[in-house]
């Protein structure tokens, strides 16, 4: 098997070859970079250095370095997106790029404030991988079957209720004291979230259920300022912890792998949208500064969408019925 692409392999003038050996010596020694960065680096930037070398008929300089225009950049960007190549690939060759040119400009080797001119690719924002309501009605009713100790299953049960059925992230479910507990009756949970912002969560009745049921089972006594949901040896119970519940109930329910306890407060979310839920609501729910980071939830789930659409909206009553279509050609 060859071994990685060295930089010197590929074409390039004289003074530019022996200014990407003294990178590559920076990057081993100086940076402490990995083999495989190292190699990574190489293919990054060879592949630039190929692109310019096709673009200019013939090896590139220092002075060719400093003289590329903005639109010279854009064009390497633009051959790799026609061969297909992905965004975050060509995100990370441009990082590269940058690296190598405030390098060389740290060296006085060469400069061009033609880069920063260039935009990074826009990448797709990752949307969030909801459980179907079946996965997490299940996941919350089994996870207390992975546990010998009923007390500590009662525990797991309220904590995976908090995150599906109040929206709550895992960090704030187990910042809870012991007097945040909800009390039977109770309709609303103060929530501190990010930023220390304060937040009204709305309670379900099965959700202060469980709690009461953990807290009528914990062996350990609770103070007042005390956490409110303890481990195994009488501390604090820890985020680690609860992932690997979830990632047993993986295993046990045969779940996906984005099933994470995080995939509970997204699923929150999602199955609120899907039943006609106010974004803005949901929104206020979640605790989310930016009205567009609950916006991604309208990306999971377009059928439930549509279905409240199609219930609510006055001008749904005159869309087409394109499962219809074609029937009378």
């Given at each position: 098997?060859?071994?990685?692409?060295?930089?010197t392999d590929f074409p390039a003038a004289p003074d530019l070859r022996a200014a990407l050996q003294d990178w590559q010596d920076w990057l081993a020694h100086e940076r402490r970079a990995s083999p495989h960065t190292r190699a990574a680096y190489a293919r990054d930037l060879t592949g630039f250095l190929a692109f310019l070398t096709e673009h200019f008929g013939g090896p590139p300089s220092l002075a060719a370095l400093e003289a590329l225009r903005p639109a010279d950049f854009r064009a390497w960007l633009a051959a790799r997106a026609g061969r297909g190549l992905q965004r975050s690939s060509t995100a990370r060759a441009l990082s590269v790029v940058r690296n190598l040119f405030r390098w060389l400009q740290s060296r006085g080797f060469a400069e061009n404030p033609s880069l920063a001119a260039v935009s990074n690719p826009r990448l797709p924002r990752p949307v969030p991988k909801a459980l179907t309501p079946e996965e997490a009605a299940e996941a919350v009713a089994a996870v207390d079957e992975l546990t010998e100790q009923r007390w500590?299953?009662?525990r797991d049960t309220a904590v995976l209720l908090l995150l599906y059925g109040a929206g709550l992230r895992i960090g704030e479910a187990l910042a809870l004291r012991r007097r945040d507990a909800p009390a039977p009756?109770?309709?609303a949970l103060v929530v501190t979230g990010k930023g220390g912002k304060q937040r009204v969560v709305p309670l379900l009745?099965?959700?202060?259920?469980a709690v009461q049921d953990y807290l009528s089972a914990c062996p350990y006594r609770l103070t007042p300022d005390g956490?409110?949901?303890l481990g195994q040896r009488g501390g604090a119970?820890?985020?680690r912890q609860v992932q690997q519940r979830m990632a047993e109930l993986r295993v046990l329910l045969g779940l996906p792998e984005s099933a994470t306890p995080h995939a509970l407060r997204h699923?929150?979310?999602t199955h609120l949208l899907a039943g006609g839920g106010d974004l803005r609501a949901i929104q206020e729910l979640l605790g989310h500064a930016s009205l567009s980071t609950t916006q991604r939830y309208t990306e999971v789930d377009v059928t439930g969408l549509m279905s409240v659409y199609d219930r609510a909206h006055p001008r749904a009553r005159t869309r087409p019925d394109h499962s219809k279509a074609g029937q009378f050609e």
């Amino acid at each position: 098997m060859a071994g990685p692409a060295r930089l010197t392999d590929f074409p390039a003038a004289p003074d530019l070859r022996a200014a990407l050996q003294d990178w590559q010596d920076w990057l081993a020694h100086e940076r402490r970079a990995s083999p495989h960065t190292r190699a990574a680096y190489a293919r990054d930037l060879t592949g630039f250095l190929a692109f310019l070398t096709e673009h200019f008929g013939g090896p590139p300089s220092l002075a060719a370095l400093e003289a590329l225009r903005p639109a010279d950049f854009r064009a390497w960007l633009a051959a790799r997106a026609g061969r297909g190549l992905q965004r975050s690939s060509t995100a990370r060759a441009l990082s590269v790029v940058r690296n190598l040119f405030r390098w060389l400009q740290s060296r006085g080797f060469a400069e061009n404030p033609s880069l920063a001119a260039v935009s990074n690719p826009r990448l797709p924002r990752p949307v969030p991988k909801a459980l179907t309501p079946e996965e997490a009605a299940e996941a919350v009713a089994a996870v207390d079957e992975l546990t010998e100790q009923r007390w500590s299953g009662k525990r797991d049960t309220a904590v995976l209720l908090l995150l599906y059925g109040a929206g709550l992230r895992i960090g704030e479910a187990l910042a809870l004291r012991r007097r945040d507990a909800p009390a039977p009756g109770q309709e609303a949970l103060v929530v501190t979230g990010k930023g220390g912002k304060q937040r009204v969560v709305p309670l379900l009745a099965v959700v202060i259920d469980a709690v009461q049921d953990y807290l009528s089972a914990c062996p350990y006594r609770l103070t007042p300022d005390g956490p409110l949901f303890l481990g195994q040896r009488g501390g604090a119970l820890g985020a680690r912890q609860v992932q690997q519940r979830m990632a047993e109930l993986r295993v046990l329910l045969g779940l996906p792998e984005s099933a994470t306890p995080h995939a509970l407060r997204h699923s929150f979310a999602t199955h609120l949208l899907a039943g006609g839920g106010d974004l803005r609501a949901i929104q206020e729910l979640l605790g989310h500064a930016s009205l567009s980071t609950t916006q991604r939830y309208t990306e999971v789930d377009v059928t439930g969408l549509m279905s409240v659409y199609d219930r609510a909206h006055p001008r749904a009553r005159t869309r087409p019925d394109h499962s219809k279509a074609g029937q009378f050609e």
